[in-house]
Each structure stands twice: as C-alpha cells, then as structure tokens.
C-alpha cells in the first residue's frame, strides 16, 4: 500500500499533523517504536493557550486541563525571606495533562481515517522520485511524503540532530497523593501561594535547572529539568531528594521522565518530500524546555505545505514565524546554563529578569524591552563579569537575526545559508 503520508512518532506534534492530513482525506499511516498509550509526553505542563488557537486544536477541557494560576519564581529552594521572589500569571496558561492531549489527538486521527501502529521502529528513510521508502524491523512502507516526529533519539531523517550532552535537559516529572493536607497546605501558604499556584525554584541544580511544585486539592505535582552533562543530578534525583525531605507527601500515583533537546532549530526542516517536526526538528522553547505549543502550531504550517503539494511552504512559513525567536531563545538558555545561584538570585531579586520579561518568556512570546531592563543595566554595572558575557550574547543576537532575514527561498541556497546559521550560533 502507498500512503500519501508516513509519520514516525505518535507524540502530541505526530498525531496532531496526522489527524490534520487524515482530516483532508490524505492516507496517513503514523509509526511509533514505543506502546502507543506511551508515545510523546507523559506529566502535567503549561502550554498557553493561544497556541492552541494558531494551531486549530481545541483547547484542553475536563480531566485533560488543570487551572494554571501565579507562578512563584525563586532562586533555589530555600525558606521564604531568604531568597529573591517574583510573582507572574501569565494570560490564558493552561495545564494539561499531556497524556490526555496525547491520547485524544491519537483518537481523532484514528477517526479521521489514519491508521495508528505501536512498537514499529523506523530504521531507515530512502528518499527516491516521487516516494519515500519507510524500513522498519518487518517490512517496508511507501509514502509520497515523511515526516520525521520521533523525537530526540529518533530517526534523524534529515541528518543528524545539532543536539550535544549539553543541550540536553534530563526532566522528570512525579503527580503524588498528599499524605498531610494540612502540612502541604502550610508549606504553600509560608509562600505565598494558593491552590493551583506553582513555586518554581530555579538553580536547584546548576544555572539551568528548576524545580516546579504545584498542589491542586490532595495532589502535588513535580516537575524538575536538569542538564547532567555539566556535572549536575539529574531531574529524577532532584525530585526523589524532595520527596524525601517533605513528609506531606504520600504514594506516588504516576510519573515520567524524558530527554529534551535544549537547541535552535534545525535550519532546515523540510527538503524534497521529507520534513522534521516537534523536537526532532528542534522546535523548543528552550529557555524553559517547552516544545508542546510550538510542535502544534509547526503541524499546522506543515499540513498546510502538504495540502499546497509543496514542503518549501512548511520549511518557510517555520523560519519566519519561529527561526529566530527560538533561537534567540537558545543563546539566552545557553547564558543561564553558566550562572551561578548568587547570580540567578541577583537577576531575579534585582530586577534584570523583570515581570514582564518573565511573562513573555513563560507565554512564549518575544520578550519587548521594560523597565526593568533599565533597572537591569545598573545592576549588570555593578557586575562586570556578567555584563560581559550578556553583552556577548547580545552580539550574537545580532549577528543570528541578520542571517533569518535573509534566509533564502531556493533550496540549492539554504544549505549555505544553514551552514552560516550553525556557526554564528556556535557558543562563543
């Protein structure tokens, strides 16, 4: 059988473009090497909601959405008073249970017609003409596009991922019954915070790393990122160590744990009838790890290029909405990776990482300049050192954004242009 479509991955991003294309009558076949009901992302996230909107997939409802309200940021975990604290609620912040967005976007392209199959690896990509020849372990499919949506350890269709030990974030996540309502509810209070709110504790493990804590009526959710390639624990391990050190917390009702490429994006992610989407592609948030939103809104575009006939639309309309944001956001994760505790507590308490900067970035917007920006700058001339390395970020910045608004239409002309984009993002 030939498939108008082949997608490698049933995550969020690979069965939203699969019940997209089976929407408009394509024959869509979706591979996953894991279980099916384990495919894509398995905890509790935020994901604004007008990414959703963009997208054309219905906002989170029922069991599928937890009301996302202020977000607590910290630097570390320590008793409240000792250390910096802003406050932020982002507009339209939903929560969403990824397992549930997963399985209902799985359960749509099944009734629009896409045929689902778990614990199929892909093994092998050969373009060839007007095809696609897909290997797995038992057979060989044919399809007259792919779309690579396996995630970080996946196919690599289009070459191998840019993605280093150091721009990988290891984040596990623990939903746990509370064992002492009234306990819980006195560690939140001590922080200001109400039901629904989240303390993020930032730096726990290294200038790129968070803790987030959220409690909603007798459950707590955890969610912690870390980058062990620099010599810190992992996620896992920050989590365990805070469920040691808080007695109010009872059995562990579910969790889960997952690599995240931390990286701009692929330069290009479309060439001839193969393309790359979700985190395969690069397309993360990276200053917070986030890939959910940005995969949905990347499915569109591509679904779009693949009712024009045409992945050049996809490879175009990606860059220009989100090249040089994400990467842009990439230099700026990069700069934290590197600070020290006292310098992530001096640039929250201090006013460098304003309010609406902070919005912005948990929104998944492009921050605007504040005042807090000015603020900022008497800090930064207080600290010279890390004056410097921002003002060498900021160079960068610059240096990236000419090369995106020059990207060029002819494929025969982004290969160069991608080259240019790997070595002005090489971390200086």
Same mark, same amino acid.
């Given at each position: 059988?030939?498939?108008?479509?082949? %997608?490698?991955?049933?995550?969020?991003?690979?069965?939203?473009?699969?019940?997209?294309?089976? +929407?408009?009558?394509?024959?869509?076949?979706?591979? #996953?090497?894991?279980?099916?009901?384990?495919?894509?992302? &398995?905890?509790?996230?935020?994901?604004?909601?007008?990414?959703?909107?963009?997208?054309? %997939?219905?906002?989170?409802?029922?069991?599928?959405?937890?009301? +996302?309200? &202020? &977000?607590?940021?910290?630097? !570390?975990?320590?008793?409240?008073?000792?250390?910096?604290?802003?406050?932020?609620?982002?507009?339209?912040?939903?929560?969403?249970?990824?397992?549930?967005?997963?399985?209902?976007?799985?359960?749509?392209?099944?009734?629009?017609?896409?045929?689902?199959?778990?614990?199929?690896?892909?093994?092998?990509?050969?373009?060839?003409?007007?095809?696609?020849?897909?290997?797995?372990?038992?057979? &060989?499919?044919?399809?007259?596009?792919?779309?690579?949506?396996?995630?970080?350890?996946?196919?690599?269709?289009?070459?191998?991922?840019?993605?280093?030990?150091?721009?990988?974030?290891?984040?596990?996540?623990?939903?746990?019954?509370?064992?002492?309502?009234?306990?819980?509810?006195?560690?939140?209070?001590?922080? @200001?915070?109400?039901?629904?709110?989240?303390?993020?504790?930032?730096? %726990?493990?290294?200038?790129?790393?968070?803790?987030?804590?959220?409690?909603?009526?007798?459950?707590?959710?955890?969610?912690?990122?870390?980058?062990?390639?620099? @010599?810190?624990?992992?996620?896992?391990?920050?989590?365990?160590?805070?469920?040691?050190?808080?007695?109010?917390? @009872?059995?562990?009702?579910?969790?889960?744990?997952?690599?995240?490429?931390?990286?701009?994006?692929?330069?290009?992610?479309?060439?001839?009838?193969?393309?790359?989407?979700?985190?395969?592609?690069?397309?993360?948030?990276?200053?917070?790890?986030? !890939?959910?939103?940005?995969?949905?809104?990347?499915?569109?575009?591509?679904? #779009?290029?693949?009712?024009?006939?045409?992945?050049?639309?996809?490879?175009?309309?990606?860059?220009?909405?989100?090249?040089?944001?994400?990467?842009? *956001? #990439?230099?700026?994760?990069?700069?934290?990776?590197?600070?020290?505790?006292?310098?992530?507590?001096?640039?929250?308490?201090?006013?460098?990482? +304003?309010?609406?900067?902070?919005?912005?970035?948990?929104?998944?917007?492009?921050?605007?300049?504040?005042?807090?920006?000015?603020?900022?700058?008497?800090?930064?001339?207080?600290?010279?050192?890390?004056?410097?390395?921002?003002?060498?970020?900021?160079? *960068?910045?610059? *240096?990236?954004?000419?090369?995106?608004?020059?990207?060029?239409?002819?494929?025969? +002309?982004? #290969?160069?242009?991608?080259?240019?984009?790997?070595?002005?993002?090489?971390?200086?």
């Amino acid at each position: 059988m030939t498939y108008d479509l082949i %997608v490698a991955g049933a995550g969020s991003a690979g069965a939203a473009l699969a019940w997209m294309a089976a +929407s408009r009558g394509l024959r869509v076949l979706v591979l #996953d090497r894991r279980p099916l009901e384990r495919a894509g992302a &398995t905890w509790i996230n935020d994901v604004p909601g007008w990414m959703f909107d963009e997208a054309g %997939v219905a906002r989170p409802s029922g069991d599928e959405r937890h009301e +996302s309200a &202020t &977000t607590h940021f910290f630097a !570390g975990e320590a008793k409240p008073g000792d250390v910096p604290m802003r406050k932020v609620r982002p507009k339209e912040f939903l929560g969403v249970d990824m397992r549930a967005l997963v399985a209902r976007l799985q359960n749509a392209a099944r009734d629009a017609g896409a045929e689902l199959v778990g614990e199929e690896a892909v093994r092998a990509v050969a373009p060839s003409g007007h095809e696609v020849r897909v290997t797995t372990g038992s057979t &060989t499919y044919v399809a007259r596009h792919f779309v690579d949506a396996s995630g970080l350890a996946g196919v690599d269709a289009l070459g191998p991922h840019h993605a280093t030990p150091r721009d990988t974030c290891v984040a596990s996540q623990e939903v746990r019954h509370v064992r002492d309502l009234d306990a819980a509810r006195a560690y939140f209070d001590e922080r @200001g915070a109400k039901d629904g709110d989240v303390l993020l504790y930032a730096g %726990v493990a290294g200038g790129y790393s968070i803790l987030n804590v959220r409690r909603h009526g007798d459950r707590v959710f955890l969610l912690s990122g870390t980058i062990p390639a620099d @010599g810190h624990p992992s996620g896992r391990h920050v989590v365990d160590d805070f469920v040691r050190r808080h007695d109010f917390l @009872g059995e562990r009702e579910f969790g889960g744990a997952r690599a995240i490429p931390l990286v701009y994006p692929r330069p290009i992610v479309a060439r001839g009838r193969v393309a790359a989407l979700g985190d395969a592609a690069g397309q993360v948030f990276s200053a917070h790890g986030s !890939g959910v939103g940005t995969g949905l809104v990347a499915a569109r575009m591509l679904d #779009d290029a693949l009712a024009a006939g045409d992945l050049r639309h996809y490879q175009r309309a990606f860059q220009r909405r989100f090249g040089l944001q994400l990467a842009t *956001q #990439d230099l700026f994760r990069r700069f934290t990776q590197d600070l020290s505790l006292e310098e992530t507590s001096a640039m929250l308490g201090e006013g460098v990482l +304003s309010d609406a900067f902070l919005m912005r970035v948990l929104a998944q917007r492009a921050p605007r300049p504040d005042l807090g920006l000015l603020r900022g700058a008497r800090v930064l001339a207080r600290r010279p050192a890390l004056a410097r390395r921002l003002g060498r970020v900021a160079g *960068q910045v610059a *240096q990236v954004a000419a090369l995106y608004v020059r990207m060029p239409d002819e494929p025969r +002309s982004q #290969d160069r242009w991608a080259a240019r984009v790997h070595r002005a993002m090489r971390w200086q």
